[in-house]
């Protein structure tokens, strides 16, 4: 069995490591397609030598640009490849555009498609990232579903004959570099002291940055929070906040570059919150039991809410107060696996292979 994976953010990144390894222990060939959406290093080239991913077999080199110039790009230079490794499967990651434009292009070459992640849903149509979730799940042959609940979307839609539940591998990740991280001192910016509580902060959504009023009561809501705040400023987030001359080093908030993943663990795990507007962080601080406030008006992963160790503050209301409140009871509940995921990922392409 042939298959190619596309990725091109940071989250793919994380979620293609485990995937990689389960490969490598099997005699299927497994292609590895960069589309350079996250064409920083830092945010790109980083993750594969921090989580031992092999070396893309190829990169595209696309760069950043709005969605449909991206999303474009990313399709003119997807034909090609395809044609040239012909896969038994297309597996694409999450929800972003890269997502989005590898499923159109082997779909329009009748190439099978696999969407890793299908089924979440925030019912938000103003997410460019809703939008190529659905699309990609309706277009998509085989559904590997993370959650019960994202089983449950898909059938709603209609899709549950594709749909295969295999859990989370971030799970699989994320409990793996945990493990190795612990006892390390976590790399905090100058100003901020590990040994005294400090929260961890990630804006970046579109929603966030890119209406100047919303962004300019984000910034203050995180600058006036009662301890340090360790900002992870994403190169999009940079770039907005120098285009309006907003400044993002004031009272609390101490903004520094992105972490590698490893480090990013490890300051999530030492911090006494986490801020952020992520889907991924929301539940990496949910495996990790750290308590997190998600400034959107929805999330993506109900069960971190359900079980009270994430609260929405999308109208930014109450952030300070959710940010102190008392930690949450402590729960042994496992939504979203137990780190075998990547494992069977690999048994569900094998089992609808021609089916």
Known sequence: MKVLSVVGARPQFVKLAPVARAFAGTGHQHVIVHTGQHYDAVMSDVFFEDLQIPAPDVHLGVGSGSHG?????????????????????????????????????????HLPVAHLEAGLRSFNRRMPEEHNRVLTDHAADLLLAPTAVAVDHLAAEGLAERTVLVGDVM??????????????????????????????ATIHRAENTDDETRLRAVVEQ????????????????????????????????HPTA????????????????????????????????????????????????????????????????????PRPADTDAAPYGTGDAARQVVAALEARLGA
């Open 69 to 109: 110039v991206q999303t474009g790009a990313i399709l003119a230079a997807m034909d090609a490849v395809l044609d040239e490794h012909r896969p038994d499967w297309v597996l694409v990651y999450g929800d972003t555009n890269s997502t989005l434009a590898g499923t159109l292009s082997a779909v329009k070459l």
């Open 171 to 200: 799970t699989d990740v994320l409990f793996t570099v945990r493990d190795a991280v612990a006892g390390r001192a976590p790399e905090l910016p100058g100003g901020v002291s590990p040994a005294e509580p400090y929260l961890l």
């Open 222 to 253: 995180l600058s006036g929070l009662p301890m340090p705040v360790v900002l992870l400023a994403h190169p999009r987030l940079v770039a907005r906040a120098a285009t309006l001359g907003l400044e993002l080093r004031t009272g609390s908030l």
């Open 258 to 325: 992105p972490l590698p993943y490893p480090a990013m663990v490890a300051a999530a795990a030492a911090s006494a919150g986490v801020v952020t507007d992520s889907g991924g962080l929301q539940k990496e601080a949910f495996l990790l039991r750290v308590p997190c406030t998600t400034l959107r008006t929805e999330t993506e992963w109900v069960e971190t809410v359900e079980l009270g160790w994430n609260v929405l503050r999308g109208d930014l209301t109450g952030v300070a107060e959710a940010v102190t409140r």
